[in-house]
């Protein structure tokens, strides 16, 4: 099964979560945000739905200011 992270990293990542739920208008695209999301996802060990967060990022970073698409390649080879 998936490791389950410490509380500490469930706190912060709950509370990262509520935070964009409620501050962000939903449908609208926030690219540095959904970066940084995806890379809380990565750092508690959920590379699945990090990669699904970086492709998210790179579909809507239409300025390229992440590197979104080059972390989701990344994070491909090493989740397949």
């Keep these: 099964g998936v490791p389950i992270p ?15 739920l409620k501050l962000l208008a939903r449908q609208d695209p926030h690219a540095e945000l959904f ?5 809380t996802l990565e750092a508690a060990g959920r590379e699945r739905d990090a990669l699904a967060w970086f ?3 790179h579909a809507v970073d239409s300025d390229e ?3 979104a698409a080059e972390r989701a390649d990344e994070l491909e080879r090493r989740v397949d």
């Design 55 to 57: 492709h998210r990022t």
């Design 65 to 67: 200011i992440t590197d």
């Design 35 to 39: 970066d940084a999301y995806a890379d």
């Design 6 to 20: 410490p509380p500490q990293t469930l706190l912060s990542g709950y509370y990262l979560n509520e935070l964009l």
